[in-house]
Nanobody, 117 residues
Framework: QLQASGGGAVQAGGSLRLSCAAS????????MAWYRQAPGKQRESVAS???????SYADSVNGRFTISRDTAKITVDLQMNSLKPEDTAVYYC?????????????WGQGTLVTVSS
């Protein structure tokens, strides 16, 4: 239902762009977000956007990452600039979707981002 892509390996200071596409009947999205989970750590929120365009960021990525959504294509991207080794993690796409009068949660498969120093 959520297909993430764009991970890879990059040196510190570099950039990567992650993309997430919704499919399989997902239509009425309330919000979408990117989470990440580093080895040995809990999954944490990185950035989120309401479908109306209100965005929020974790303090650790604010000013370096930008989340954007395409309401026609039902996609959400995460532009990551000035990457640091501590950004290394598996990144997950997440969506809250209105279905039958309630919000349901969907997770995409993770995509690995590796930042070397």
């Amino acid at each position: 239902q959520l297909q993430a892509s764009g991970g890879g390996a990059v040196q510190a200071g570099g950039s990567l762009r992650l993309s997430c596409a919704a499919s399989g009947g997902i239509r009425r999205i309330s919000s979408m977000a990117w989470y990440r989970q580093a080895p040995g750590k809990q999954r944490e929120s990185v950035a989120s956007t309401t479908w109306g365009g209100i965005t929020s960021y974790a303090d650790s990525v604010n000013g370096r990452f930008t989340i954007s959504r395409d309401t026609a294509k039902i996609t959400v991207d995460l532009q990551m600039n000035s990457l640091k080794p501590e950004d290394t993690a598996v990144y997950y796409c997440y969506a809250e979707v209105w279905e039958s009068g309630r919000k349901n949660s969907y997770w995409g498969q993770g995509t690995l981002v590796t930042v070397s120093s």
